[in-house]
């Protein structure tokens, strides 16, 4: 256990491999609890909780609600920046999505964005049932500067962060699976990747498995081959 970090927060998930796919989704049922705008409003700070975060037009309410298979669980909209509050969704009775306020795009009043600016360093820095980061970006569009300062943070806290490439259907295979390839080896050892269309599905099975580690839910540790996600080996790095 690193230096600092809570007794009770586990660390070093199971090693995770993007060609295995869940025997079933645990998050068909989700469902929303809160909205906070403080932290104080936030559920009990105990059991797993993994934290979606990216920018304002990364697609991440598009994505949690292909995971959950619901077409409205998250709110959805075709002006980016509309979540302006920690939201809330819980799996079941010890786990919870937290779905962050989108940053960089949103128009918002200077002084909302510093309160959510303070709000979320408290929320990184204080949330002891915090078990990882999915850190949502454009497949278009990687690794914008706050995006590199998140993986950072996670590193040198020990928290695992899931990079989802969303949109992947924006480009064909061959570029979407290149930009992947050299996202990946420039991650350090916390860090794994992948893409996602929430058109096609393509990375849903993947993104379902990385976080049943993240959770710990049993059946992580029992996991089937997807024959259709199967990705080019990258000879310069092997994911964690």
Same mark, same amino acid.
């Given at each position: 256990m690193k230096p600092g970090t809570p007794p009770h927060r586990k660390t070093g998930p199971a090693p995770y491999h993007p060609r295995h796919s869940p025997r079933k989704n645990p998050y068909r049922q989700a469902e929303y609890l809160i909205s906070a705008h403080n932290l104080n409003q936030l559920p009990a $700070?105990?059991?797993w909780e993994v934290a979606f975060a990216g920018r304002s037009n990364a697609g991440k309410s598009s994505a949690i609600n292909a995971l959950t298979e619901q077409k409205s669980l998250a709110r959805t909209s075709k002006t980016p920046g509309r979540t302006q509050q920690i939201v809330i969704f819980t799996i079941d009775a010890e786990r919870r999505i937290a779905d962050l306020p989108g940053y960089g795009y949103a128009k918002v009043p200077a002084k909302l964005r510093q309160h959510w600016q303070e709000v979320l360093q408290e929320y990184f820095e204080t949330r002891q049932?915090?078990?990882g980061v999915v850190l949502l970006m $454009?497949?278009?569009h990687p690794m914008r500067p706050f995006d590199e300062q998140m993986v950072a943070w996670c590193e040198a806290k020990g928290l695992p962060v899931h990079l989802v490439?969303?949109?992947a259907d924006k480009l064909k295979r061959g &570029?979407?699976?290149?930009?992947?390839l050299k996202l990946r080896r420039g991650l350090p050892e916390i860090a794994t990747a992948q893409v996602l269309s929430t058109l096609s599905g393509e990375g849903r099975d993947q993104l379902i498995a990385r976080l049943n580690q993240l959770y710990e839910f049993p059946q992580a540790a029992n996991t089937a081959a997807v024959e259709g996600d199967k990705m080019p080996a990258d000879s310069t790095r092997? $994911? &964690?």
């Open positions: $700070d105990q059991g049932s915090l078990r $454009d497949i278009r490439l969303t949109k &570029p979407a699976q290149s930009t992947l092997t $994911d &964690p």
